[in-house]
Nanobody, 116 residues
Framework: QVQLVESGGGLVQAGGSLRLSCAASGSTFSINTMGWYRQAPGKERELVAAISSGDSTYYADSVKGRFTIPRDNAKNTLYLQMNSLKPEDTAMYYC??????????WGQGTQVTVSS
């Protein structure tokens, strides 16, 4: 019903920036919330940032002031702007969406690696 495809991951040095993209297709009218999760080896998956249809946002304490979660409704695309990256940001990042929490739809993930 809804497909999510992430892109934009890669290798970057500490202090650098990356912008992840999540393109949504299908029955996107059913989406009220979208967000980004990440999971590093040996750690639990965590919610990084989320945005609602009303543009309210959430950020994990670890990324506040460094990451933002803009959205382009016309393009059905969610972004994660990642600035001042740290090695501890290294993880697989997943886009997720749904009418409500918990997410109903998930992308395949995109790897972000931050070197020191």
């Amino acid at each position: 019903q809804v497909q999510l495809v992430e892109s934009g991951g890669g290798l970057v040095q500490a202090g650098g920036s990356l912008r992840l993209s999540c393109a949504a297709s299908g029955s996107t009218f059913s989406i009220n919330t979208m967000g980004w999760y990440r999971q590093a080896p040996g750690k639990e998956r965590e919610l990084v940032a989320a945005i609602s249809s009303g543009d309210s946002t959430y950020y994990a304490d670890s990324v506040k002031g460094r990451f933002t979660i803009p959205r382009d409704n016309a393009k059905n695309t969610l972004y994660l702007q990642m600035n001042s990256l740290k090695p501890e940001d290294t993880a697989m990042y997943y886009c997720a969406a749904g009418p409500r929490a918990p997410p109903k739809y998930w992308g395949q993930g995109t790897q972000v690696t931050v070197s020191s």
